[in-house]
């Protein structure tokens, strides 16, 4: 089993809306750059950041024109439920490289995504395009059944999407883009299905009695790749379940599975960030508590792999 230590809780300078508690709930996805850890919610039109040391509250920077409802069933119909969040290498108009925040694509208004610049500091520049990701979603979801795509790295030559199968019929699958050609794509705004190389469907076993499935992705140098999964009784991509826990796995370069193991914490573990110290394999993790009154955790622990 996987130790993991509370760090701080999510809070925020300001909430997204008056009225909104000041701080981040719906945690779905952690990049750590720099001296900052960014946070996407999904049930946000912002994304959060927050000074990686110290317990100091996070700003909201916006992605999305609008304001979603504040009533929990018509704010979850109306949100661009981003779940993934990834940093890319130098991009045409940000030097310093940009995070990608993809939504799941499980309906048909969960198909947006956007694309934010970084300065050199790995801070946010303000500057945000949009990323439509419509016409891939399509192509996967033909191949895939329910679409939910939750974790996305740069792995090696691919951008290597995770896609979540809640329920016993769910599928889990890694999803290979090339690498080049999704570069080029989201400059000019748009994913289509040229990008997609791969899917190979996985099967990640089950804790308390219920399916594993993958919720986040972290590249390692070495070109592995750490990933989260929760066993959440969730009957299909839309509806929350009760969760029996979460687990903490590694990818071989060629998505060969290393390592799995459950964590301590029964948490719905969404994001991670993963890098090499000392020799080890230092993981952060923000969890979802379903529960909008409730600030998300972050979280930290150590796995015991070689690094």
């Known amino acids: ?36 850890l960014h946070v996407i919610a999904d049930d946000s039109l ?23 409802p504040e009533e929990p069933a018509a704010r979850k119909a109306a949100k661009p439920d981003l ?22 694509g499980s309906t048909s208004a969960r198909m947006r995504g956007a694309l934010v610049m970084l300065g050199a500091d790995g801070s946010l520049t303000g500057e945000v395009r949009t990323v439509d990701c419509a016409t891939m979603y399509q192509q ?24 979540r199968g809640n329920g016993d019929a769910g599928v889990d699958a890694l999803v290979d883009l090339d690498r080049e050609r999704a570069m080029r794509a989201i400059e000019v705004g ?16 089950r804790t308390g009695g219920v399916r594993l499935s993958f919720t986040d992705a972290s590249p390692l140098p070495d070109g592995r790749m750490i990933f989260t999964a929760t066993a959440e009784a969730s009957p299909d991509t839309y509806s929350d379940g009760a969760v029996a826990g979460s ?16 964590v301590d914490a029964k948490v719905k573990l969404e994001g991670v960030d993963a890098r090499v110290e000392g020799g080890r394999v230092h993981l952060l993790l923000v969890a979802d508590a379903d529960d909008p009154s409730v600030a998300a955790p972050l979280l930290e622990a150590v796995l015991d792999v070689p690094a």
């Open 190 to 205: 748009a994913l289509g299905p040229e990008v997609v190389r791969t899917t190979l469907r996985w099967e990640l076993g």
């Open 247 to 262: 687990a903490v796995g590694l990818l071989a370069p060629d998505g060969t599975p290393l390592f799995l193991d459950v």
């Open 1 to 36: 089993m996987i130790r993991t230590t509370p760090r701080r809780t999510l809070t925020l300078e300001a909430p997204e809306s008056p009225g909104l508690p000041a701080h981040v709930s719906a945690a779905s996805g952690l990049v750590r750059v720099g001296d900052w």
């Open 140 to 163: 996967l979801s033909r191949e895939l059944g329910s679409l939910n795509i939750e974790g996305a790295a740069v792995v090696g030559g691919r951008l290597r999407l995770l896609q």
């Open 46 to 68: 912002h994304l959060a950041t927050f000074p990686a040391h110290g317990d100091a509250p996070g700003r909201l920077s916006r992605l999305f024109e609008g304001e979603l």
């Open 83 to 104: 779940e993934a969040l990834c940093l890319l290498g130098p991009l045409v108009g940000a030097p310093h490289g940009a995070l990608l925040a993809l939504p799941s």
